[in-house]
């Protein structure tokens, strides 16, 4: 009993002594700082973090404005039809022009030729819809070009860091731990964040791309109608 009191005596306070110091190792240690840890990329991080910020400008700048115009009204089309059918172009053509998309943009373009021949005001919406279309691929070149261009900037930082490697080797005329992990660091931050940054631009790139395709079909779909309701009536 005696022999498990002094066992007692000197483990307990040893186990403190380590608490206190590992509490005081933890208290010694800084948060990784991110901006701080970019930086360490090298000098290909700056225009590549350009990119990110102007990826997102597009990518927020299309978003807003595929909302707007690709709405769509399912009442658009049945209001102008019973216009059309009532005898009254100029109120069809005012309630396709209010709808301020691109949906009542081509519905207006083919109303104001209403007594021509068919294949003027078939013509002149398709010609309205390849505008349309236009306006919303405005812009996507950018995003395809950024989603080439990240990766290739991340690799040249990457061979930086490669030159940082055999430079400091070739200084310090050893191979140690600190000789290379300056530029291991620099090859990793770089090359990751020029991925990561391709892959945002790709990504959205592709996804606005089917947004079109999509909204294309629609349209050709709202303008057989309207075909259809200066035709039969119907």
Same mark, same amino acid.
């Given at each position: 009993?005696?022999?498990?009191?002094?066992?007692?005596?000197?483990?307990?306070?040893?186990?403190?002594?380590?608490?206190?110091?590992?509490?005081?190792?933890?208290?010694?240690?800084?948060?990784?700082?991110?901006?701080?840890?970019?930086?360490? #990329?090298? &000098?290909?991080? !700056?225009?590549?973090?350009?990119?990110? @910020?102007? %990826?997102?400008? =597009?990518?927020? /700048?299309?978003? *807003?404005?595929?909302?707007?115009?690709?709405?769509?009204?399912?009442?658009?089309?049945?209001?102008?039809?019973?216009?059309?059918?009532?005898?009254?172009?100029?109120?069809?053509?005012?309630?396709?022009?209010?709808?301020?998309?691109?949906?009542?943009?081509?519905?207006?373009?083919?109303?104001?030729?209403?007594?021509?021949?068919?294949?003027?005001?078939?013509?002149?919406?398709?010609?309205?819809?390849?505008?349309?279309?236009?306006?919303?691929?405005?812009?996507?070149?950018?995003?395809?070009?950024?989603?080439?261009?990240?990766?290739?900037? #991340?690799? &040249?930082?990457? !061979?930086?860091?490669?030159?940082?490697? @055999?430079? %400091?080797?070739? =200084?310090?005329? /050893?191979?140690? *731990?600190?000789?290379?992990?300056?530029?291991?660091?620099?090859?990793?931050?770089?090359?990751?964040?020029?991925?990561?940054?391709?892959?945002?631009?790709?990504?959205?790139?592709?996804?606005?791309?089917?947004?079109?395709?999509?909204?294309?079909?629609?349209?050709?779909?709202?303008?057989?109608?309207?075909?259809?309701?200066?035709?039969?009536?119907?």
């Amino acid at each position: 009993m005696m022999n498990l009191m002094l066992l007692l005596q000197d483990t307990i306070p040893a186990a403190v002594q380590d608490t206190s110091a590992a509490a005081a190792t933890g208290a010694k240690e800084e948060p990784i700082r991110f901006f701080e840890m970019l930086m360490n #990329g090298g &000098i290909m991080v !700056i225009p590549i973090l350009l990119l990110l @910020f102007f %990826t997102l400008y =597009v990518i927020i /700048e299309r978003a *807003i404005y595929y909302n707007k115009v690709t709405k769509h009204n399912e009442a658009l089309i049945n209001d102008i039809r019973f216009q059309l059918s009532s005898g009254k172009i100029e109120a069809a053509q005012m309630t396709a022009s209010k709808a301020n998309t691109a949906e009542g943009n081509i519905l207006e373009s083919g109303i104001t030729l209403i007594g021509r021949p068919l294949s003027e005001i078939e013509g002149m919406m398709e010609k309205q819809t390849n505008v349309e279309i236009g306006m919303m691929e405005k812009k996507l070149g950018w995003l395809g070009l950024v989603a080439g261009t990240a990766p290739i900037l #991340g690799f &040249i930082g990457t !061979i930086g860091g490669v030159i940082v490697i @055999f430079h %400091t080797i070739s =200084v310090e005329g /050893e191979i140690t *731990i600190d000789t290379i992990s300056k530029g291991l660091y620099q090859k990793m931050i770089s090359s990751g964040l020029g991925l990561v940054v391709g892959v945002i631009a790709y990504s959205a790139y592709h996804y606005f791309n089917v947004v079109i395709d999509n909204f294309s079909l629609r349209l050709q779909r709202q303008a057989i109608q309207f075909i259809n309701a200066i035709t039969t009536g119907k």
